[in-house]
């Protein structure tokens, strides 16, 4: 199991994390919508979990993380190693459950830094439960044979209220409330680009 895993690191480091979706399909600062995953809360093996990318030149874009999620980047050729920024647009299991997928499968594919994650408030609750959850698998990584750099799991998050929630090297990120059901906090995203506009509305 362990010499297994081993092999397909050395693998996985060669070609899919040096070569990216946005190295082989997009020009510097071209925008590109990728769907990760258009599914349901109902398992279709069809349709992974609500996730979107938006990809601006290389960096990766997240709206949602829905079961599966990483292993969509790695079919997109994204990023498994961590995206540039996460966007929650509400805390529905469904578009949340490959959070912990995003968290651990990204330290242990190398990520070192905090991943940036935006969302609703109760965010950082899940966020704390989800790192409380997995101590014991962080404890053997860190200190066991594999030796992951420590910390490399954590999580930076922004709990969010509408406006302008991420202005960087020319992608300003708008977020706004929607209604949905009867959640207290879901919010939609506007990505405003060098080249394009794109807005991701939810569940709505
Ligand atoms: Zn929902």
Redesign the pocket.
Known sequence: MQRRAFLWLLVSGGAAASQTTAQLVAPRESTVVVLLGTGMPRPDPEASGPATAIVVGERVFLVDAGPGVERRLAAAHLPIDGVTALFVT?L?SD?TLGYPDLIFTSWVMGRAKPLAAYGPQGLRAMTDHILAAWAEDIDVRTNGLEKRTPGGYRVDVHEIGPGVVYDSGGVRVTAFGVE?GTWREAYGYRFDTPTRSVVISG?T
């Open positions: 509400h529905h578009h949905h569940d």
